[in-house]
């Protein structure tokens, strides 16, 4: 008995490990989503990523895809107040992604921040159908980093629901993660895993 127990045993770990390549390329090929890109009202480029994010919504606007690109503003870092106050000049965040976007060619008339502070991805929806309804925009084009762009969606979808506007993903082309290979490196798999527990949040909870 005990040896059957182990030939199972050792036969059940054999194939799991044997699947492993499979299973996990599964599981990042459903952490992103990519819509065809059409002609739309504006490009979002929602906050985060390593301006992976900021290079594709240039990319796009350069494609004359969108006549304007829009940001959302995150909260500052306390200490950023605490190095101004001893003279040291140092960008916020959203100043840094904004000279990125006008070093790559997006004109500043161009760039536009939506009102309020986010937290969230739930937060940077609701901003957003805010300023389409102000605007009268009937289509954006979201921009996120790959790994991020699902779960972006099934928010997004849920906040735009039943306004007419139409909300069409594109995945930075330039993001690290890979879901063909994303647990080989530390950076990736970090994202992948922290990720996934988002991804299982806002199934629960939203």
Known sequence: MALVLVILTTGIAGATWLARVPILRAIGHQLVHADPVAPSDAILVLSGGRFDRELEAADLYSRGLAPIVVMTREPEAGVLEVLRARGVRVESSLELRQRVLEELGVPAASIDVLDGLVRSTQDEAEAARRWAASRGASSLLVVSSSFHTARARRVFLKVFRDTGVAVRFVPAASSDFDPETWWTDRVTLRDGL?????????????
Do not use: A, M, N
């Not at 299982?200 to 909870?205: E, I, N, P, Q, T």
């Open 194 to 206: 922290f990720e996934w527990q988002k991804v299982l949040f806002y199934r629960v909870w939203h």
